[in-house]
T-cell receptor, first 116, second 116 residues
Framework: KAGVTQTPRYLIKTRGQQVTLSCSPI?????VSWYQQTPGQGLQFLFE???????NKGNFPGRFSGRQFSNSRSEMNVSTLELGDSALYLC???????????????FGPGTRLLVL | KQEVTQIPAALSVPEGENLVLNCSFT??????LQWFRQDPGKGLTSLLL?????REQTSGRLNASLDKSSGRSTLYIAASQPGDSATYLC???????????????FGEGTQLTVNP
């Protein structure tokens, strides 16, 4: 079974531009979460989608948005890029959102974004 | 607000040594805890998931324990190998609600180096 895939793997943008990252979950998984990883802040939760609905959102500005399609693939968009947005963006998928019995989350390889 | 701390931040050991990585969390009302491994520049690989009703989980040379009451978990690696060199992260759900989904709070990680 194929793992979580993320495209593109590397991206270089300039300040003020916008960017769209894509995540394809493991087949059959319906929950997709996004995280930002930076050396200073570590791993921080961005948002989670399940059945095309955003279930949770982290403490990020409105420039960060996402969506999920009917096939569970997800995209995240960052508008008006800032230097501080340079990071590794990780996507994770699970069968369903963790409830009383949590589902193991499977992470993709990430998209490394560099903002110049 | 859930906070996760990992000690030590870095660890260097000779090959063959048994070692213990520590993780502590502030809110003991969790229903699971996950340990992940991250190789440089790569995504996260799930190692073990412990449900709150469990005290231990084992996978090969890895053994993870969970003590909810004290807010601690340990990851024990037996007979360490150079291939175990990576950053090890623990994560717990950010909130203890059924709607919290898969939102995880991560520790800063322990960077492990196993020297041949």
């Amino acid at each position: 079974k194929a793992g979580v895939t993320q495209t593109p793997r590397y991206l270089i943008k300039t300040r003020g531009q916008q960017v769209t990252l894509s995540c394809s979950p493991i087949s059959g998984h319906r929950s997709v979460s996004w995280y930002q990883q930076t050396p200073g802040q570590g791993l921080q939760f961005l948002f989670e989608y399940f059945s095309e609905t955003q279930r949770n959102k982290g403490n990020f500005p409105g420039r960060f948005s996402g969506r999920q399609f009917s096939n569970s693939r997800s995209e995240m968009n960052v508008s008006t890029l800032e230097l501080g947005d340079s990071a590794l963006y990780l996507c994770a998928s699970s069968l369903a959102p963790g409830a009383v019995v949590a589902e193991t989350q499977y992470f993709g390889p990430g998209t490394r974004l560099l903002v110049l | 607000k859930q906070e996760v701390t990992q000690i030590p931040a870095a660890l260097s050991v000779p090959e063959g040594e048994n070692l213990v990585l520590n993780c502590s969390f502030t809110d003991s009302a969790i229903y699971n805890l996950q340990w992940f491994r991250q190789d440089p520049g790569k995504g996260l690989t799930s190692l073990l998931l412990i449900q709150s009703s469990q005290r231990e989980q084992t996978s090969g040379r890895l053994n993870a324990s969970l003590d909810k009451s004290s807010g601690r978990s340990t990851l024990y690696i037996a007979a360490s190998q150079p291939g175990d060199s990576a950053t090890y992260l623990c994560a717990v759900p950010s909130q203890f609600t059924e709607t919290s989904g898969s939102r995880l709070t991560f520790g800063e990680g322990t960077q492990l180096t196993v020297n041949p």
